[in-house]
């Protein structure tokens, strides 16, 4: 008679040897729930066969970094462009010519901080 635990992984080999006829990748990280190999359907997402969980896999340190990147400049454009309503408001309240400098100076410097963002970003730089 089969134990419980055999029956159960005979499911699992079943579930992997459907998942890789369906075209699904068997990759090199395994469940940490399970410590069965992950898969990776055609659909891009990765599964365990055996308890059926999702992972995201970061392909490369360098897409990572990119993702984070982009973040940041995000919140660095966000940032910027608020204190560019702040200057600008500034603007219109300044009476004497060194203040209207002094603010056009700043608003100038966000929108270099902004541009930048916005071009990194689309991947424009250099
Ligand atoms: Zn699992």
New binding site residues.
Partial sequence: MQSRAGSREDEVVKKMASLLKSGATMLEQT??????P?FRLKTGEVV??????RFVIVSSDEEELQARGNLVLQELERAAVERLAEIASQLRGARDPSEVSEALDVAINLLRVIDYARKIRQGKAG
């Fill in positions: 469940c940490p729930f399970c410590n069965v992950l365990c066969p055996s308890c059926g969980q």
